[in-house]
Nanobody, 124 residues
């Protein structure tokens, strides 16, 4: 059974940084594109970033370009989301999701397997 586990969330002040991790178990990430999504209270889930299964393609939402960086370490079966210069509007539950041989769209409907989410709160 495919399982994804997010970690690394927490409470930080505006301008701070966090690194989220998405670790897979039960399968190898080598053949999966991984997307990061977030959902704030009362809002729809939105795409944040994605890295292709080859690692050669990365995409970012306009709201996080220049601040967030996605990377993958297939040897550790883990994808990371480095988040810098965090803003209060980044506050949300962050989810990672997997799409086999995916083209890396930032649309939730394309992803088959999801983690349980990790809370990120940006507040002074």
């Amino acid at each position: 059974q495919l399982q994804l586990v997010e970690s690394g969330g927490g409470l930080v002040q505006p301008g701070g940084s966090l690194r989220l991790s998405c670790t897979a178990s039960g399968f190898t990430l080598d053949y999966y594109s991984i997307g990061w999504f977030r959902q704030a209270p009362g809002k729809e889930r939105e795409g944040v970033s994605c890295i292709s299964f080859t690692g050669g393609t990365t995409t970012y939402a306009n709201s996080v370009k220049g601040r967030f960086t996605i990377s993958r370490d297939n040897a550790k079966n883990t994808v990371y989301l480095q988040m810098n210069v965090l803003k209060p509007e980044d506050t949300a539950v962050y989810y990672c999701a997997a799409e086999r041989f995916g083209g890396c769209p930032l649309l939730p409907r394309y992803y088959d397997s999801w983690g349980q989410g990790t809370q990120v709160t940006i507040s002074s």
